[in-house]
């Protein structure tokens, strides 16, 4: 199954929040092609919702989408 790692092929949106969104859809998207069988997932979210550390290191993924969004558009061109 092929996944779609830029949804609409555009990183450009009309608002910081919807840039926001594609962000958080982006690292949701990478976890699901590093980790490809759903019950591996399913397994592992315990794991990390209870783990500050890694709670943290996927803010910073969002974070770098969201950067990247952020600066395709031009910072909602101020």
């Known amino acids: 199954m092929a996944i779609d790692l830029v949804p ?3 990183l450009i949106r009309a608002t910081p929040e919807e ?3 594609l962000a958080m859809k982006m690292a ?4 699901k092609t590093t980790q490809p069988d759903e ?3 399913n397994r592992l979210r ?3 919702a209870n783990d ?3 709670l943290i290191q996927i803010a ?3 974070a770098t989408e969201f950067a990247t ?3 395709a558009n031009n910072y909602w061109r101020k």
Do not use: F, T
């Open 28 to 31: 949701r998207l990478i976890i």
């Open 46 to 48: 315990d794991v990390y």
């Open 8 to 10: 609409e092929n555009s």
């Open 60 to 62: 910073q993924v969002v």
């Open 52 to 54: 500050a550390g890694m």
């Open 39 to 41: 019950d591996a997932r």
């Open 69 to 71: 969004i952020a600066a």
């Open 19 to 21: 840039g926001r969104q």
